[in-house]
């Protein structure tokens, strides 16, 4: 009596769908990579390019945001919640995957791999991120106007500049690959030939984002705006002043001498 025997290759485990709620969880995770997570990234290039046009611009882009309705709330539910979702549910399906690239040097391997680095990158880099320009130090929400001079601090050190650095590239990276798997993943791209061709239109918008944050992290550190004020006055964000440093203790005027008799 024969017996069955498996055709598939050693090591190589086939593919399969989701199993429960492992199906509706992967397919959670990724949505919140397009929605809200990859449109919050967007928003936020957009905002920080607002630093090549100066300290004020940037605080009235950080005055704005912090003034929509609800926005401690919209925080929390379409920023803070859906990141720590996303990133450590892409922890537990990279501990859980296999992958090989000695022995099978394949192109999606390759990319299967750098999805999982760019993604532990950038799940490091948005923590600190957060941590560092949003829960200590100044509060932004209460003092935009230091929101370009905290930044400038942070960027002052080599070694937070190259984090930076580093982390936008990967960043970018995750993010237009991770729209052109959710494209091949819902359906959205059917066939080699339609996925190749959003391929390219996914490497285009990844290098232009690239390109967005590396030139919004310059106009920090580049010779256009040295010495940022440390926190400008609700006039100097408006426009309506000049922008100078705060003093807090300026020297009284000097007293007129007594006339002569």
Known sequence: MATATSSAPRGVQPI????????????????????????????????NFEAWHGPAAYARQVQFLNSLP?????????????????????????????????????AGNWMYVMQRWTGLIALLYIAQHLWRQRFT????????????HKVQMELSNPWMLAVYVIAMIAVCW????????????WGITPGDKARRRFGYACTAGGVLLTVMGLASIFAFVGPMY???????????????APLAPKTCCAPPPAEAPPPTQ
């Open 70 to 106: 609800l926005v401690r709330v919209l925080e929390w539910t379409f920023i803070f919640l859906p990141l720590l979702y996303h990133g450590l549910y892409g922890v537990y399906i990279w501990a859980r995957g296999k992958s090989n690239v000695v022995y099978y040097p394949w």
């Open 16 to 47: 399969r769908a989701g199993q429960g709620n492992s199906f509706l969880l992967r397919k959670l995770h990724s949505l919140s990579g397009i929605v809200p997570i990859g449109a919050f990234l967007i928003e936020h290039l957009v905002s």
């Open 226 to 240: 040295p010495n940022a004020p440390d926190d400008l006055t609700p006039a100097q964000i408006s426009g309506d």
């Open 137 to 148: 130090g100044v509060s932004l929400p209460e003092h935009p106007g230091a929101s370009f």
């Open 174 to 185: 995750h993010f237009s690959y991770g729209v052109w798997l959710f494209a091949a993943k």
